[in-house]
């Protein structure tokens, strides 16, 4: 009877190992990246110089912000805008401008874990909404904002890509 006993006790407490171990993994998958509201804030310096850079297209630095294989595209596109914005005369006043984004709304939309090139990545949707003021020396201009820009998280900081979308 005795050995009876022990067994009964040891199934018991193994039984209960079991649950407990079941109930911390059930706890453990709660909160995935497809539930409820994101957790992400939307980086909004990041966002607000990147549009700035992207809109004068005359700052070679808004390579930075993006991706490292969309990098030579870019860099292409910012050497040849410079180009022709100093032959028509209008790269200074371009590099002066300045910008006011107080009626400018950032929203996280979207939030997924992706691969990219066999490495896991998180990845942030941005909506871009509302509009902001682009000041140059001869007036300013209003541009209506509604746009959507796609960050990747590569060693801890956010770059832009605009050919990753797992959105799409």
């Known amino acids: 009877m005795e050995k009876s006993k022990t067994v009964t006790l040891v199934k018991g407490f193994l039984y209960s190992i079991l649950v407990l171990f079941l109930l911390g993994s ?20 990041l966002i607000q110089d990147y549009i700035a850079k992207h809109e004068t297209m005359v700052d070679a630095s808004l390579v930075n912000f993006y991706v490292t294989d969309e990098q030579p595209s870019v860099a292409a596109a910012v050497q040849k805008s410079i180009d022709e914005k100093k032959a028509a005369g209008e790269l200074e006043k ?42 140059e020396k001869d007036g300013d201009k209003t541009i209506p904002a509604n746009d959507t820009i796609i960050l990747v998280n590569v060693d801890n900081s956010w770059k832009v890509t605009e050919k990753v979308n797992p959105w799409s």
């Open 26 to 45: 059930f706890v453990n998958c709660g909160g995935g990246s497809s539930s409820g509201p994101s957790q992400v804030q939307a980086p909004t310096a």
């Open 94 to 135: 371009l590099q002066l401008t300045t910008f006011d984004f107080s009626n400018l709304q950032l929203a996280v939309v979207g939030e997924k874990d992706a691969y990219i090139d066999d490495v896991p990545k998180k990845l942030i949707k941005i909506s871009v909404s509302g509009s902001y003021v682009m000041k």
